[in-house]
Antibody, heavy 122, light 110 residues
Framework: QVQLVESGGGLVRPGGSLRLSCAASGFTFSDYYMTWIRQAPGKGLEWLSY????????FFADSVKARFTISRDNAKNSLYLQMNSLRAEDTAVYFC???????????????WGQGTLVTVSS | QPVLTQSPSTSGTPGRRVTISCSGG????????VNWYQHLPGTAPKLLIYKNNERPSGVPDRFSGSKSGTSASLAISGLQSEDEANYYCAAWDDSLNGVVFGGGTKVTVL
């Protein structure tokens, strides 16, 4: 079955960087758009970024566009989120998720990971 | 502030029906499908309803969705204790070129 496992979270100082990973299994990773979504403490879900199946199509939320980078390695079935210039408001659980349909993005996320916690604090 | 508007909470007794509303605009719900997610804290969110009213396999038919204009709703009939969770609506937004979520509605089973 589909499995998504995030890693790389932890405590980082304001202004620092962190790279999150998402290991995928149970489906043909290279066929699907993938996305990152986060949930700050006490808040709702916030979509962050999409990457297309080949990695050439990328969308970002304005809140993180200038600071975060999304990438993927289809040979390793892995998705990444490089986070730079981190702020206290980036403290959240970060989820990776898979699109329901192959080949395009329509915002239907049928599988999610358990999330990895990022804490930005001095 | 979330782009889609949901009431923060609702509640009901076991067996009753509750409805969760989601309000958006012409660039999101007005033009695109609405999807609903169920989330229990500490777990992975779960796709509950997609394309306004479709249920993934394994989702009980107690859950149903609808959309009209720039609003959507999720109904839970025959409320059960395991339905106590947070529910989020979401849709693609053509102006923002990305997905927007509602702020979430916490359902409490009394």
């Amino acid at each position: 079955q589909v499995q998504l496992v995030e890693s790389g979270g932890g405590l980082v100082r304001p202004g620092g960087s962190l790279r999150l990973s998402c290991a995928a299994s149970g489906f043909t990773f290279s066929d699907y758009y993938m996305t990152w979504i986060r949930q700050a403490p006490g808040k709702g879900l916030e979509w962050l970024s999409y990457i297309g199946d080949s990695g050439t199509t990328i969308f970002f939320a304005d809140s993180v566009k200038a600071r975060f980078t999304i990438s993927r390695d289809n040979a390793k079935n892995s998705l990444y989120l490089q986070m730079n210039s981190l702020r206290a408001e980036d403290t959240a659980v970060y989820f990776c998720a898979k699109e329901r349909y192959s080949g395009y993005a329509d915002g239907i996320f049928d599988s999610w990971g358990q999330g990895t916690l990022v804490t930005v604090s001095s | 502030q979330p782009v889609l508007t949901q009431s923060p909470s609702t509640s009901g007794t076991p067996g009753r029906r509750v409805t969760i509303s989601c309000s958006g605009g012409s660039s999101n719900i007005g033009r695109n499908v609405v999807n609903w997610y169920q989330h229990l804290p500490g777990t992975a969110p779960k796709l509950l309803i997609y394309k306004n009213n479709e249920r993934p396999s394994g989702v009980p038919d107690r859950f149903s969705g609808s959309k009209s204009g720039t609003s959507a709703s999720l109904a839970i009939s025959g409320l059960q204790s395991e339905d106590e969770a947070n529910y989020y609506c979401a849709a693609w937004d053509d102006s923002l070129n990305g997905v927007v979520f509602g702020g979430g509605t916490k359902v409490t089973v009394l």
